[in-house]
């Protein structure tokens, strides 16, 4: 199968790719680049793997992306979501290019259609347009990364892998979340493109389905320190929500899309249960858990072990957002 990731150097893309990559008898990946990250250490890492990069620009004439993606069989949008003419131009492409099957860029948690997350409608745009256009799809959610769930030690002996700390429970910390490591995400994203049962359909995998007061525990248990508990009830949630959506409304640059963002996964994670199996299924997402109950994951607390041992990798720790100032949810305190 020929598979071109879109976006092969994010976070996202670097586990999908790594998965593929692992199976050459089955895949053979192409990553598409743009110009101004051709040199970036993570496509070459890729070109060591046998990936072949092509450099193009995301913005290009339609017949080039069609040249871009023409001969593929299936191709992987891991790209930032809240650009949705990125994603728009490149499933034209792929129409055209007769791609047998497109992969948006969700790959998050479960979450009505409207009304919840800002992020959730911006991808909900792209899937739309995917149906206008009769393109075969796959959209994937994958639930809440281990990665982004633990709270900051007292000690600051996480602080290496952490770049957001989910340093309160939200009110009694008791409800459940599907959690996912994102080391499997790849793992999962390499079954369900080779899989008929997911064409147009959207599907949820996740590893692990935990409270945060079951991950702080966790993290107690592991490292031997007292983690305290700040709450948030649910009128701390909602009023962090309105000053955030104020931002955005007077000023809807990136910064202040994503601490709107923020604040409304902790509403939507924590409190409403959106990020839930049984949520998940009612919107209509086939279960990974019922597709594929043969395939291993990392187990929560194996991962819990790893970073305080030291030996964990972070998520985002280089990058620079511009909101984490104002979120109160997951920012350092």
């Not at 935990?210 to 248990?221: A, F, I, K």
Request: charged share 25%; hydrophobic share 35%.
């Amino acid at each position: 199968m020929k598979v071109t990731i879109v976006g092969a150097s994010g976070e996202t893309g670097q586990s999908i790719a790594h998965a593929l990559i692992q199976q050459p008898d089955t895949f053979e990946v192409t990553a598409l680049c743009r110009p101004a990250s051709e040199n970036k250490p993570e496509f070459q890492r890729l070109r060591n793997h046998g990936v072949k990069v092509v450099t193009l620009d995301l913005e290009a004439p339609h017949e080039e992306l069609v040249a871009a993606l023409s001969g593929q069989d299936t191709v992987i949008c891991c790209i930032i979501p809240f650009v949705p003419e990125t994603q728009i131009a490149l499933a034209n492409a792929a129409k055209e290019a007769k791609v047998k099957r497109f992969v948006p860029s969700a790959f998050g948690p479960a979450c009505p259609p409207t009304g919840v997350l800002i992020l959730r409608e911006i991808k909900e745009a792209v899937l739309n347009h995917i149906k206008r256009l009769y393109l075969p799809y796959t959209a994937i959610d994958v639930g809440w990364w281990y990665q982004t769930s633990l709270p900051r030690l007292p000690s600051g002996k996480l602080d290496y892998a952490i770049k957001f700390p989910n340093n309160k429970l939200v009110k009694d910390g008791n409800l459940r979340s599907a959690l996912t490591d994102l080391r499997d995400v790849g793992n999962y994203v390499a079954r369900i493109i080779t899989d008929e049962r997911t064409l147009n359909k959207s599907v949820f995998v996740y590893n692990e389905v935990l409270t945060q007061e079951e991950v702080y525990s966790t993290l107690e248990d592991s490292s031997g320190e007292k983690v305290s508990r700040d709450y948030a009830n649910e009128e701390e949630i909602l009023a962090n929500i309105n000053a955030a959506q104020n931002r955005y409304d007077q000023d809807g640059s990136v910064p202040n899309l994503l601490g709107l963002s923020s604040t409304q996964y902790a509403n939507s994670v924590w409190l409403r249960g959106d990020n839930l199996p049984e949520s998940a299924a009612y919107l209509g997402y086939l279960n990974g858990k019922e597709l594929y109950p043969d395939l291993k994951h990392v187990p929560f607390t194996e991962y819990v072990k790893e970073l305080v041992a030291g030996k964990g990798k972070g998520v985002y720790v280089d990058r620079v957002f511009g909101f984490e100032k104002d979120t109160k949810m997951f920012g350092k305190q």
